[in-house]
């Protein structure tokens, strides 16, 4: 009990530096500190799978995904445009989508077998790690994820997917370079010399 309200207090400070961290670098290591702890937490609650799969895929390949995506988005030399504020069209649609997902989900919930997800709770005991049966086992885990966690998990995927899409938007310029007048004279007058300086050799 004493391990689960010190990882909680590293669970909630690190999530509170995560999110208000000047930097995103910090916000990065606010956030590994959160997955560690989170993955010590599964360890205490005998999910010995969740654990490792915490530490291998949210700890090394989300984390660094973000990395990359920190150094796309700060690669640039000129500042952000701030463009237009669309936020005030888009909100009523959203609340639409929203709301009709929940919809949709407390319809699916509604509509899958009580029993079986009762029994398949029951039916996992404890033993050994590793053994099928067994509470935090694999077996039960990819049990439970493809049958009575299936639409949670692929709603997960859509929103990782929409996550990636709106990456891609950000870091992607769609405005071809146009320069100035100015700064066309500028390359004119620099090409010029040049010749003339290649001439003169």
Do not use: N
Not at 180 to 199: D, L, Y
Request: no cysteine.
């Amino acid at each position: 009990m004493i391990a689960f309200w010190i990882l909680g207090v590293i669970l909630i400070a690190s999530a509170m530096w995560t999110i208000t961290a000047k930097k995103p670098v910090y916000s990065v290591v606010g956030l590994l500190a959160h997955f560690v702890a989170l993955a010590a937490m599964y360890l205490t609650l005998s999910g010995e799978f969740l654990a490792v799969m915490q530490i291998i895929v949210y700890s090394g390949a989300i984390l660094v995904l973000f990395l990359f995506v920190i150094a796309l988005l700060s690669s640039g030399v000129a500042p952000f445009a701030t463009g237009i504020d669309r936020l005030p069209k888009i909100a009523a649609p959203a609340i639409v989508v929203a709301l009709a997902g929940l919809g949709f989900a407390i319809y699916a919930v509604g509509r899958s077998s009580v029993a079986a997800t009762s029994g398949a709770l029951t039916a996992a005991a404890a033993g050994p790690v590793g053994t099928a049966g067994v509470f935090g086992s694999v077996d039960d885990f990819g049990k439970a994820l493809f049958t009575t966690y299936l639409l949670p998990f692929e709603i997960t995927a859509l929103i990782l997917m929409v996550a990636v899409i709106g990456v891609v938007t950000l870091a992607g310029d769609s405005t071809p370079y146009a320069a100035t007048e100015k700064q066309a004279r500028a390359v004119r007058k620099s090409m010029r010399e040049a010749i003339v300086r290649g001439g003169e050799r």
